[in-house]
């Protein structure tokens, strides 16, 4: 929907500004943002509100909001506690429509705060007032010059001209992202930190730079997502507007994610799931604030490969190995050149190695035009979509630098889809020079080379196809509490997800009867609503056959549940056909705080439980995701018949995992888990052999 978070544009780009608390002090919290908008040259009106003080930084003050001789588009919060809930309700009588609340002490330190920030909303609310913070470090938009921010950074200076936007949940790393940016000589001219966000999300900044012509990268820092739904549409509309979204998203730790709690009042939820959501959307995940930096700066070429394949020329060899080594870590293709483009190189240069790395040695320097001639045969008839030149402090010599712009310069205008990036060290005016030329500059060639890994990354991102619908599943009702095995598995059955034959038994010559219906082994299994994880009290017998050894089961089951679980309710013994072949698989749901259900699919076994081997995704989601999904775990070769195996049918197990996203989206909050384990996949078919849901009673 075109101008989905346009209620944020007179919070950012107002034509007039009111200064509750206002300061004569310019390095004071009321002060600042005086101080920076005189200074940067903002246009629009500046309104200071003091009762102490009839001028303010040579600015007339008035006594009260009700003194203001307009209404302001904007308001800045700058006075303590119930100041600022007064403040806010008076503003709001006046019509003013948003408002920047520095003020702290809300929901990040305590149950009264708590309170104190729900007066707070309500006030802002009642109004049609939109609310950044409180506890904010408040924003800037460099653009027009408007500042209403406390943060000390601009005294080392202003933003750059350029066209990366900025959202932070928190005030201090925003900022510090910007400065970074700023001394490394990249244009963020906006920034927003959301601070406690009882109004205003970081979803929401991010949807509006998504919206904004003049914004083409948006760096974000959160800590937890208060606001999912707004953050979803947010990321939909960067990726519908090809904005690649960097973000750190913090929280990945215990530690972390109880230090998010108390510095933001946010739920920093499961690291995997949020993970599992940014990769859905495109969002790159950087890990440092350099590499946030590094992958911004290489997106404001707005070349996003999406078969990315790298080709590299090097003056070294030794480079050409370490950069093949970071290219492989990160899964960007590096194929060789051509034998009869090699072959035309080796004519050139005898002992060069063209093969890709092609390290055309330092003999090119001595005939400048051979860089022009390998470096327009890599593009040309290697076909790379990136490329990356190593020349070390070569690159930056006074005697060379000129005539190697001349010919890669040339190269890149012949090819202007392709992405270019040097590994040079040279003086600060020389590598602006290559960067105006519009080379990505980097020092460290590994981190050139994630870059543009990421840059591929994005591209396959822009490049996906809208996903098929989901399946359409009978809506299933959910009974009172959480149901035994074959009651769940009653339950997913009406959801059209296949089974393991089985039937439920109340003796032991109710068992027998069942075996034998089966033939063959059979799997008998305690069945109780109490007892959800079966095998840690004993409660599996694996590969019973005859009716004597069947009957002895159901009793060791029935003492053995008796014993563990003395307060359980026992309902009995379930005789099931024991399935044998095929791969066994992992399929479950797990009720996110933050994002909602949330499937998942492993491989069974120790892939699960040892390595790990798992993907998430939110639900729900069709057989085309789910097929994706199957397709992305390490172990995925077992499943399409590795080592002489037959192959798994993956159709039934994708159409298994569809189905079940669905079943979980349409069950509702009730439901908390899903736990489908083992799953046999099979050459034909896929089954259920055990299934846990857990309710919400």
Known sequence: MPNAFASLTPLLTPSSVAIIGASDDPTRIGGRPIAYMRAQGFAGRLLPVNPKRAHVQDLPCVASVADLPEVPDVAIIAVPGEAAVQAIEALGARGVRAAIVFTAGFAEVDAAGEAAQTRLLAAAGAHGMRLLGPN?????????????????????????????????????????????????????????????????????????????????????????????????AALAAARAARKPVVMMKVGRSALGQSAARSHTASIAGDDAIAGAVLEEFGVLRARSTEEMLDFAYAATRRIYPPRNTLGVITVSGGAGVLIADAAESLGIAMPPMPEAAQAALRALVPFAA???????????????????????????????????????????????????????????????????????????????????????????????????????RLGAAFAVAPPEAPPVVPRVSLPAM???????????????????????????????????????????????????HKSEIGGVLLGVSGAQAVAEGFETLIARARSAAPEARLQGVLVARQITGGVECALGVHRDPV???????????????????VVFR????????????????????????????????????????ARLSVFAQQAGPRLRAIDLNPVFALPEGAFAADAVIELEE
Not at 368 to 397: C, H, K, N, P
Not at 414 to 419: G, N, S, T
């Open 354 to 456: 063209p093969a890709n790395p092609v390290d055309c040695t330092a003999q090119v320097f001595n005939d400048i035009e051979l860089v022009g001639q390998f470096a327009g045969s890599m593009v040309r008839d290697g076909g790379y979509a990136s490329v990356l030149a190593f020349f070390s402090q070569t690159g930056g010599a006074a005697s060379i630098a000129p005539r190697l712009r001349a010919q890669l310069r040339a190269v890149m205008r012949a090819h202007p889809d392709r992405l270019f990036a040097l590994s040079v060290l040279a003086p600060q005016a020389m590598l602006r020079d290559y960067d105006a030329d519009g080379f990505l500059v980097f020092e460290d060639p590994s981190r050139a080379v994630a870059a543009i890994a990421a840059m591929g």
């Open 482 to 532: 959480t149901p035994d095995e074959a009651a769940a598995k009653a339950l997913l059955a009406a959801a059209g997800i296949a089974t393991v034959p089985e039937r439920a038994s109340t003796n032991a010559a109710e068992a027998v009867a069942a075996a034998a219906a089966f033939g063959g082994e059979v799997v008998l299994k305690i069945l109780s609503p109490d007892i959800l």
């Open 595 to 613: 994002f909602g259900p949330v499937a998942m699919f492993g491989l069974g076994g120790i892939f699960v439980e040892v390595l790990r081997d």
């Open 136 to 232: 904010c470090l408040g924003l800037f938009n460099a653009r027009i010059g408007y500042y209403p921010i406390f943060s000390s950074a601009f005294e080392n200076g202003f933003p750059h001209p350029g066209r990366i936007g900025i959202a932070s949940q928190s005030g201090a790393f925003g900022t510090h992202v910007f400065a970074a940016a700023r001394d490394r000589g990249l244009g963020t001219p906006l920034c927003v930190t959301t601070g406690n966000e009882a109004d205003v999300s970081i979803g929401e900044v991010i949807g509006w730079l998504a919206e904004d012509p003049e914004t083409d990268v948006i760096c974000a820092y959160a800590e937890g997502i208060r606001a999912p739904e707004r953050f979803l």
């Open 618 to 657: 939110r639900c729900p989601f069709g057989e085309d995701v789910a097929m994706a999904m199957i397709l992305s775990v390490r172990g995925a070769a077992l499943l399409r018949g590795a080592r002489g195996r037959p192959p798994a049918d993956l159709a039934a197990l994708a159409a298994m995992l």
